[in-house]
């Protein structure tokens, strides 16, 4: 997935679904796909599934972080028997 943030309109571009998609950054919302352990932007046209590079470079240029940390435990931690 190619996203591309212009600075100069403040607008996310992404292509989703074989359609150019521009989205203001201010309304952009990376979230965490729990299913696929991703992080996603939800926009009328879908989901698109971004790297976290690409998380964080949205969310620099002023993107809203909703992500959840997921990760897997073994069961081992202090205080798991």
Do not use: W, Y
């Not at 607008?11 to 989205?23: A, D, M, Q, R, V």
């Amino acid at each position: 997935m190619t996203v591309s943030i212009d600075l100069d309109r403040d607008l996310c571009s992404l292509e989703l679904n074989g359609k150019l998609i521009e989205l203001p950054i201010n309304q952009v919302v990376v979230r965490t796909d729990e299913v696929m352990c991703a992080s996603v932007i939800r926009c009328v046209e879908g989901n698109a599934v971004i790297s976290e590079d690409q998380a964080q470079m949205l969310i620099g240029a002023g993107a809203k972080d909703d992500r959840k940390h997921l990760f897997v435990d073994g069961g081992n931690g202090p205080g798991e028997h």
